[in-house]
């Protein structure tokens, strides 16, 4: 497993070296481009230092020749003539150059894009419970974003102006070495300088991501819908807004502080070029007056200056590109520290498929899971508790959730001081079978590790000790993607997309004609609610679907699973965000669902845990009951406490937002009681 490093700004330099192939990797496609860019940029580099030499011949030859003849008007005609071409030949040359540097940079950066979206998809559920939402979104867009320059126009930037330097310094000196070294003296003093207000701008560029990042994670948070109904509801605007406001002036002034960081160096630099010429002209006239000398044309002298001058532009932007490049590095780091967290949960190399007529019996054998501790991404985001990749297996067991669950290595942060906290165990010792089509319900006090335990059947998260089995098959010899066909899943708070209802129907499966759409839809009792939205089936169900009513989306969601038809079906159920019609059409759509499957549902329903085949009460993460409704009730143990409390010792079918549903179908609103 490939550790995430730490991103101190002391450590970026040293480590830069390693991410120079890394980031040559992403270029190396390309290569063939990339050596066609280098060709033109060397070419046009060298006809950048050709103009001088045809300037000086200009002087010395054809306009005042230094034999004392008059004016060559032939030869400045053929001088003029090649100067033009000289410049045409370059700009043609630049503009290729520029398409296929933006081209190379834009498609390699897609690509950049592209592999870090497709690897978090392959995180686990966990990674993503424990990191902010707009952390990885900053570090997909703002973060990739940052990294442009380097991989559109900073390479080439480099390569052309060192090209013109070295060119331009070798014309000097070809003309007179004695007034090059005058216009090289300070260089030295210069680079110096340079690599210092670089480690500054890298310290300042690190902070701007931070809280860019922080201002992202804050957006999200608060302007997703969920977000400002919070706000709102809470009453929470005013300090959402000093939250942001807050973020904003950092960021603002790191902003300013980083674009003003060596302004003052590059003023030297620039007010250094700028006197060079007088210098130099100083120097010639002594040199000339001398005689000792060399003789100093005046041709050799406009040459000289107009190549001096010509060194300026690039030999600032190469310092300037180098800050750019240091800068960029600080963002390569971060991104390939996400590339380089390992999936905690992927296909083992001899994964099975999960044979298609398999019945669907779900077993689990003594199985014990603890959540993992979140550890701390070095290139840490303000509040990045970003969860690692953990060695599985070994240590641990026990009773009642106290016992310590095995020890998983967190990956270095804050360079290895971060202890995990000891950890709970959420399952333990859990040993079930559910045979297949039955129906088996998961009943318990909240948090008593309902939800969890079902979450392992389709590996969402992984077992510490003991297995999941699907007929026979431990779900980790499966492969993901045939455990994810045979499970279905509706969740309390079922997830719709910003897209149609046909769209979000065929999520499950996308060639559903519209047939099949409109009998799933009718099966899970929403056909004709669908029907009433002046678009029919393709309405817009809203981010969310937040346009959706609670009953609406979970019967879409029901639906939806239809449509999958998977031989497991995992059912949360919801009634407490339900009103009581609502509640009663969705039960009617469980009822159509739940048949000829499969079903573990985490029940809230009288009917749901009455009808059960297999009732398995859960405390603490363990199961402390198992059998049916009448057997466990004849227990007096805590089911029967559940049962009295929660179902009214039978006579309470479920309870909703609008009031409590009984078993002989009235209802009394408003609730006395809603939590349960
Ligand atoms: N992502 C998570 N990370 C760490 N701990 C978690 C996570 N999700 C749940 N837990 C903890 O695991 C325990 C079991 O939670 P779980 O959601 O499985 O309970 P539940 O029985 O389904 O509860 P409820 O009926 O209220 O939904 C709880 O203590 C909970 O706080």
Same mark, same amino acid.
């Given at each position: 497993?490939?550790?995430?490093?730490?991103?101190?700004?002391?450590?970026?330099?040293?480590?830069?070296?390693?991410?120079?192939?890394?980031?040559?990797?992403?270029?190396?496609?390309?290569?063939?481009?990339?050596?066609?860019?280098?060709?033109?940029?060397?070419?046009?580099?060298?006809?950048?230092?050709?103009?001088?030499?045809?300037?000086?011949?200009?002087?010395?030859?054809?306009?005042?020749?230094?034999?004392?003849?008059?004016?060559?008007?032939?030869?400045?005609?053929?001088?003029?003539?090649?100067?033009?071409?000289?410049?045409?030949?370059?700009?043609?040359?630049?503009?290729?150059?520029?398409?296929?540097?933006?081209?190379?940079?834009?498609?390699?950066?897609?690509?950049?894009?592209?592999?870090?979206?497709?690897?978090?998809?392959?995180?686990?559920?966990?990674?993503?419970?424990?990191?902010?939402?707009?952390?990885?979104?900053?570090?997909?867009?703002?973060?990739?974003?940052?990294?442009?320059?380097?991989?559109?126009?900073?390479?080439?930037?480099?390569?052309?102006?060192?090209?013109? /330097? %070295?060119? *331009?310094?070798?014309?000097?000196? @070809? $003309?007179?070495?004695?007034?090059? #070294?005058?216009? =090289?003296? !300070?260089?030295?003093?210069?680079?110096?300088?340079?690599?210092?207000?670089?480690?500054?701008?890298?310290?300042?560029?690190?902070?701007?991501?931070?809280?860019?990042?922080?201002?992202?994670?804050?957006?999200?948070?608060?302007?997703?819908?969920?977000?400002?109904?919070?706000?709102?509801?809470?009453?929470?605007?005013?300090?959402?807004?000093?939250?942001?406001?807050?973020?904003?002036?950092?960021?603002?002034?790191?902003?300013?502080?980083?674009?003003?960081?060596?302004?003052?160096?590059?003023?030297?630099?620039?007010?250094?070029?700028?006197?060079?010429?007088?210098?130099?002209?100083?120097?010639?006239?002594?040199?000339?007056?001398?005689?000792?000398?060399?003789?100093?044309?005046?041709?050799?002298? /406009? %040459?000289? *200056?107009?190549?001096?001058?010509? @060194? $300026?532009?690039?030999?600032?932007? #190469?310092?300037? =590109?180098? !800050?750019?490049?240091?800068?960029?590095?600080?963002?390569?780091?971060?991104?390939?520290?996400?590339?380089?967290?390992?999936?905690?949960?992927?296909?083992?190399?001899?994964?099975?498929?999960?044979?298609?007529?398999?019945?669907?019996?779900?077993?689990?054998?003594?199985?014990?899971?603890?959540?993992?501790?979140?550890?701390?991404?070095?290139?840490?985001?303000?509040?990045?508790?970003?969860?690692?990749?953990?060695?599985?297996?070994?240590?641990?067991?026990?009773?009642?959730?106290?016992?310590?669950?095995?020890?998983?290595?967190?990956?270095?942060?804050?360079?290895?001081?971060?202890?995990?906290?000891?950890?709970?165990?959420?399952?333990?010792?859990?040993?079930?079978?559910?045979?297949?089509?039955?129906? %088996?319900?998961?009943?318990?006090?909240?948090?008593?590790?309902?939800?969890?335990?079902?979450?392992?059947?389709?590996? !969402?998260?992984?077992?510490?000790?003991?297995?999941?089995?699907?007929?026979?098959?431990?779900?980790?010899?499966?492969?993901?993607?045939?455990?994810?066909?045979?499970?279905?899943?509706?969740?309390?708070?079922?997830?719709?997309?910003?897209?149609?209802?046909?769209?979000?129907?065929?999520?499950?499966?996308?060639?559903?004609?519209?047939?099949?759409?409109?009998?799933?839809?009718?099966?899970?009792?929403?056909?004709?609610?669908?029907?009433?939205?002046?678009?029919?089936?393709?309405?817009?169900?809203?981010?969310?679907?937040?346009?959706?009513?609670?009953?609406?989306?979970?019967?879409?969601?029901?639906?939806?699973?239809?449509?999958?038809?998977?031989?497991?079906?995992?059912?949360?159920?919801?009634?407490? %965000?339900?009103?009581?019609?609502?509640?009663?059409?969705?039960?009617?759509?469980?009822?159509?669902?739940?048949?000829?499957?499969?079903?573990?549902?985490?029940?809230?329903?009288?009917?749901?845990?009455?009808?059960?085949?297999?009732?398995?009460?859960?405390?603490?993460?363990?199961?402390?009951?198992?059998?049916?409704?009448?057997?466990?009730?004849?227990?007096?143990?805590?089911?029967?406490?559940?049962?009295?409390?929660?179902?009214?010792?039978?006579?309470?079918?479920?309870?909703?937002?609008?009031?409590?549903?009984?078993?002989?179908?009235?209802?009394?609103?408003?609730?006395?009681?809603?939590?349960?």
């Amino acid at each position: 497993m490939r550790s995430a490093q730490p991103l101190s700004s002391s450590k970026v330099s040293d480590s830069e070296s390693s991410l120079l192939p890394r980031i040559w990797a992403l270029l190396r496609p390309y290569r063939g481009w990339l050596a066609l860019v280098g060709a033109a940029i060397v070419v046009s580099a060298l006809l950048g230092v050709v103009p001088p030499f045809l300037t000086r011949a200009v002087f010395d030859r054809a306009l005042f020749p230094t034999d004392g003849s008059g004016v060559h008007l032939t030869l400045l005609l053929w001088l003029v003539l090649a100067m033009i071409a000289v410049t045409l030949v370059s700009s043609l040359i630049s503009v290729g150059q520029s398409y296929l540097t933006t081209k190379v940079g834009n498609l390699s950066m897609a690509d950049l894009r592209e592999r870090l979206f497709a690897h978090l998809e392959k995180m686990e559920l966990a990674f993503f419970t424990s990191t902010k939402t707009g952390s990885i979104q900053s570090r997909l867009a703002n973060d990739v974003g940052g990294v442009r320059s380097v991989l559109t126009s900073t390479a080439s930037s480099i390569l052309s102006n060192a090209v013109t /330097v %070295a060119a *331009s310094l070798i014309a000097m000196v @070809l $003309l007179s070495w004695q007034l090059t #070294l005058l216009a =090289v003296a !300070l260089l030295p003093g210069f680079v110096y300088l340079q690599r210092r207000v670089g480690a500054r701008r890298r310290v300042l560029a690190r902070k701007t991501q931070e809280s860019l990042s922080d201002m992202t994670a804050i957006t999200e948070e608060a302007l997703s819908v969920s977000g400002v109904l919070l706000t709102k509801v809470f009453n929470q605007s005013e300090a959402e807004l000093a939250r942001y406001r807050s973020e904003n002036a950092r960021q603002t002034e790191l902003q300013v502080r980083q674009a003003m960081a060596g302004q003052g160096f590059f003023a030297v630099v620039g007010t250094f070029m700028a006197i060079t010429p007088a210098l130099v002209y100083l120097l010639a006239g002594y040199l000339i007056s001398d005689g000792s000398g060399p003789a100093i044309s005046a041709g050799t002298l /406009v %040459a000289f *200056s107009t190549l001096q001058a010509r @060194l $300026l532009q690039p030999l600032v932007s #190469l310092m300037r =590109v180098t !800050l750019d490049v240091q800068t960029s590095m600080a963002l390569f780091r971060r991104i390939f520290e996400y590339l380089d967290l390992q999936p905690a949960i992927v296909d083992r190399p001899a994964a099975v498929e999960l044979p298609a007529d398999s019945p669907g019996k779900v077993e689990l054998d003594d199985v014990h899971f603890a959540y993992p501790t979140p550890v701390r991404l070095s290139t840490a985001d303000p509040d990045p508790v970003a969860l690692r990749s953990l060695g599985r297996g070994g240590g641990g067991g026990g009773m009642r959730g106290f016992s310590a669950p095995p020890t998983r290595t967190p990956v270095a942060a804050d360079e290895g001081r971060t202890e995990p906290r000891p950890r709970r165990w959420a399952v333990a010792g859990t040993s079930l079978v559910v045979e297949p089509g039955q129906l %088996a319900a998961f009943v318990g006090p909240s948090g008593a590790g309902k939800t969890t335990l079902c979450y392992l059947v389709p590996r !969402l998260y992984e077992v510490d000790r003991g297995a999941v089995r699907i007929d026979g098959f431990d779900v980790r010899d499966l492969t993901m993607s045939s455990l994810a066909d045979a499970v279905g899943m509706v969740t309390q708070d079922p997830y719709l997309f910003h897209a149609s209802i046909a769209d979000n129907l065929r999520y499950a499966k996308p060639d559903a004609t519209d047939a099949e759409l409109h009998d799933a839809a009718t099966a899970a009792n929403i056909h004709d609610r669908i029907l009433a939205f002046d678009d029919s089936y393709d309405t817009l169900v809203g981010e969310r679907g937040f346009r959706l009513s609670g009953g609406e989306k979970q019967r879409l969601a029901i639906a939806r699973v239809l449509l999958k038809n998977p031989r497991v079906l995992i059912l949360d159920e919801a009634t407490s %965000a339900l009103d009581t019609v609502s509640e009663r059409l969705v039960q009617r759509a469980l009822a159509e669902v739940m048949r000829g499957r499969t079903t573990l549902a985490i029940a809230h329903r009288l009917s749901t845990i009455a009808h059960a085949d297999v009732i398995f009460v859960i405390d603490e993460g363990e199961l402390v009951e198992r059998g049916t409704h009448a057997e466990l009730l004849a227990r007096q143990g805590l089911y029967a406490k559940l049962h009295a409390e929660q179902f009214g010792g039978g006579q309470v079918e479920c309870r909703c937002t609008d009031g409590v549903r009984f078993t002989d179908g009235t209802v009394l609103a408003p609730s006395s009681s809603r939590e349960y």
